[in-house]
DNA sequence: GTATAAAATTGGGCCGCTCCAATTTATGAA
DNA sequence: TTCATAAATTGGAGCGGCCCAATTTTATAC
């Protein structure tokens, strides 16, 4: 990725890991490796906080830092393949070729909702579409967008039925990197069963997200229905008992 | 909570922000918080890093910092009550009162995957639980844990029926901190049927837990099958397209 | 006016140090 | 040997500084 010095341990230390350099599954101390790194404590520091933030390991004060032993199952529940999975613009699925097909696209005024969540007046206008989803040809989500056209003015069904996101990043030079997601299930709809090919007692996925720039303006709210075989959530949870 | 300075901060600025203190919606540059409040700049951008990592901020590296809109926001999907919601203990629901039943307390070995998940050898023994979950007296959530022996021996049906994880800190003066979770969804099977009151197209949010002590021993596997009215999960999550 | 270039602003990264708190280890008395 | 105590270890918090990169603002030229 980047040369960061802090990026450059938590490589060199996740490989370590990888390696059972560490079989008693304890890092050395902080000073030390600082030591051994030649660099200052305050990026082993960084470095080792961002991999208990992801799981990697767990420090305590006093006694040390340790490897999550589940860190290197396999088999395990545990994949750590990303911090989160499950929501990103191509679903980077394992291997398996996504597709999209538009089935609406539209431009309209928000309702009540889309404006507390877009941040909107009710007379500015939304582009709104839908969108299936496909992995290796089976539609697996059925996605509901609706962005403000002052944020995308030039927004087509020729770029929804590719990546949106690709296309604020590298046509208006905007980023989104940032979602607040609300995860939750319901019985699937007429909608589900007949393009996610559902059976009555199978149900869908609910992703709700606000998918935000980089300078914190809400960019697009989405619900993405998803088929129930295809919905998983990782997450890595500081319970914060203190 | 405590009295330590980027926690200070954290509180201060959030009350700013709810006092409509930055109608701009942006935040003095770190320079001058660092002078405001007589603390470095560190302690800034730390609490400020925090602040970003909840969403309630955004930082843009040359322009500025500014303040979530959806933060102060009532109605629109963002709650912020908390990181992430969900998966207490004592699931604190918006003041309906919990309760607890246990169905099943029982000591057995593990099975390959519980020996994966808690990083056990088969011949250890766990003990195996279930508990029904209710807010205001409705069940609203199965769930099936296995906890080693060997790190809570005196656990007991007793236990059970109050709070695992509170035993554990007030007893063993272990505390169980962070957790790795799964969430899916399925279909209702018996169980959530009869004792969730589910009719048969209307399905189980599903998460399963992995519950370390703060030292990265697995303390708990847990599944749980909770009533989809009452599956919600929230979070913040950063894309991290870089 | 408008486009270009320079300067100022602002957050990011890194250093190296001090002091502190939780824990572990070593010490020594009973 | 046991147990209380002291010392050493280890991560946490905080400071104040340095330089850099992205962005915005200002100044300058045309």
């Given at each position: 990725m980047a040369d960061l010095v802090y990026q450059k341990i938590i490589t060199s230390l996740k490989k370590s890991i990888d390696d059972g350099e560490y079989s008693d599954m304890r890092l050395p101390d902080e000073r030390s490796l600082a030591e051994s790194y030649s660099v200052s404590r305050s990026s082993i520091k960084r470095a080792l906080g961002l991999m208990a933030d992801q799981g990697i390991i767990f420090k305590k004060r006093g006694s040390g830092t340790f490897v999550n032993p589940l860190y290197l199952?396999?088999?395990s529940s545990f994949s750590y393949s990303g911090k989160n999975l499950g929501i990103t613009d191509s679903f980077n699925a394992n291997g398996q070729k996504p597709g999209v097909k538009v089935l609406k696209f539209d431009v309209v005024h928000p309702d009540k909702d889309l404006q507390d969540?877009?941040?909107?007046?009710?007379?500015?206008?939304?582009?709104?579409?839908?969108?299936l989803r496909f992995l290796d040809d089976v539609p697996f989500m059925i996605e509901t967008g609706y962005i403000p056209i002052k944020l995308a003015p030039e927004l087509s069904e020729q770029i929804?039925?590719?990546?949106?996101?690709?296309?604020?990043?590298?046509?208006?030079?905007?980023?989104?990197?940032?979602?607040?997601?609300t995860i939750s299930?319901?019985?699937?709809d007429e909608e589900g069963k007949e393009l996610l090919n559902l059976s009555a007692n199978e149900p869908v996925g609910l992703m709700e997200g606000i998918f935000f720039l980089d300078d914190g303006t809400p960019f697009e709210f989405s619900t993405m229905k998803l088929h129930y075989k295809y919905f998983k959530y990782d997450s890595f949870v500081d319970l914060g008992n203190k």
């Open positions: 199952k396999q088999g969540n877009l941040f909107l007046k009710p007379s500015e206008f939304v582009y709104s579409f839908e969108r929804a039925s590719e990546s949106i996101f690709n296309y604020v990043e590298s046509e208006l030079g905007k980023e989104v990197n940032k979602t607040y997601l299930a319901q019985p699937s």
